[in-house]
């Protein structure tokens, strides 16, 4: 398993090497769609934001927003640290945070949540591939860091792995 530090010079060397692969087909804006999407999941939504780490303490005063985040799930558990569901955990969580904060201040002039809802429907139609540049960078971020840790599948819950043990087939046992 990586450190932190590992995490974060991997992360940084390879941003600008991903974004350069989109230069073929998106060009400039693509090459910094990817590469800036790749830094932050890498350094700011990274898979150990379930942890008291760097990267929760990078968001300085906001790391109180990843607090019920860490609580409700464990290190390195199946909604945290698998490809495509961890990072798609994590952008709900930001979601469902953004949506809370705007309804919260729609009586003091915050446009309620379904005008932002409406807003990034629009967004993504608009944009769509530089969207979709940035979310697999976000992912490939991720990827990064769960093949520098060595486990790119993540262990299943407690759960799941009592009930597969209880219902797996026993070896026969030799006589002596």
Do not use: C, N
């Amino acid at each position: 398993m990586a450190s932190g530090r590992a995490h974060d010079r991997a992360t940084v060397v390879l941003a600008l090497p991903f974004g350069l692969l989109w230069a073929p087909a998106l060009g400039p804006p693509g090459v910094a769609a990817a590469g800036a999407a790749f830094l932050v999941g890498g350094l700011w939504l990274s898979p150990d934001l379930d942890t008291p780490s760097r990267v929760t303490a990078r968001w300085g005063p906001l790391a109180i927003l990843w607090w019920p985040y860490r609580r409700w799930l464990r290190h390195r558990s199946l909604l945290s640290h698998s490809p495509l569901l961890g990072t798609a955990v994590r952008l709900a969580w930001l979601a469902g945070l953004l949506a809370a904060t705007s309804l919260l201040l729609t009586p003091f002039g915050a446009p309620p949540p379904q005008r932002l809802a409406d807003g990034l429907v629009d967004l993504w139609q608009r944009q769509r591939p530089l969207l979709a540049a940035g979310l697999v960078g976000l992912e490939a971020s991720a990827w990064l860091h769960l093949l520098q840790d060595g486990d790119p599948v993540p262990r299943p819950p407690r759960l799941l792995r009592a009930v597969s043990r209880r219902w797996r087939p026993r070896k026969p046992r030799r006589r002596r």
